[in-house]
T-cell receptor, first 115, second 108 residues
């Protein structure tokens, strides 16, 4: 039973490029959450999605960041025109449907480095 | 929003020692989880414990929801226990708010 799968594990981008991070939830899970961990800090909520719907994006920066969870395929966190301050670990978590509240399971994270 | 405070901020233990990590939160919660972030950055689920007591091997946790705190106990610590321990809570749903973590170093 595979866990939450994130890729790439490591991504290096130059300032101004785009970064795309992918997250496949655990089998049977239809809720996805993205979190960001800046160096030496705890995790901060970014966005909560269900299939084809953004439920809560209150933690997303207003510009350059977007997220989607299409009917088919993984959830994507997209960062346009990256800046050095975007360097962080981005974690995805998933939970089953109809469990609110319930336990979140996290992937291993994607570590973005902006040169 | 809800505030989460963890203590101590860091802790150094000799292998075999016991420890207690604390998590205080500022409002009532319906979701509380403890995580271990190992030195490779992976987040490991330890406990889902919005209330009550649970045990898993050398680890146990207690949440007293009415008094707004949770405790994580580590007994007979091992070097592999090193890392950062996070408490995370949600007032509603699964939108977790993380504490700043406790950095644990276990020396052999």
């Amino acid at each position: 039973n595979a866990g939450v799968m994130q890729n790439p594990r490591h991504l290096v981008r130059r300032r101004g490029q785009e970064a795309r991070l992918r997250c496949s939830p655990m089998k049977g899970h239809s809720h996805v959450y993205w979190y960001r961990q800046l160096p030496e800090e705890g995790l901060k909520f970014m966005v909560y999605l269900q299939k084809e719907n953004i439920i809560d994006e209150s933690g997303m920066p207003k510009e350059r960041f977007s997220a989607e969870f299409p009917k088919e395929g993984p959830s994507i966190l997209r960062i346009q025109q990256v800046v050095r301050g975007d360097s962080a670990a981005y974690f995805c978590a998933s939970s089953p449907p109809r469990t609110d509240p319930g336990e979140l399971f996290f992937g291993e994270g994607s570590r973005l480095t902006v040169l | 929003g809800i505030q989460v405070e963890q203590s101590p901020p860091d802790l150094i233990l000799q292998e075999g020692a016991n420890s207690t990590l604390r998590c205080n939160f500022s409002d009532s919660v319906n979701n509380l989880q403890w995580f271990h972030q190992n030195p490779w950055g992976q987040l490991i689920n330890l406990f889902y414990i919005p209330s009550g007591t649970k045990q898993n091997g050398r680890l146990s946790a207690t949440t007293v929801a009415t008094e707004r705190y949770s405790l994580l106990y580590i007994s007979s610590s091992q070097t592999t226990d090193s890392g950062v321990y996070f408490c995370a809570v949600a007032e509603y749903g699964n939108k977790l708010v993380f504490g700043a973590g406790t950095i644990l170093r276990v020396k052999s």
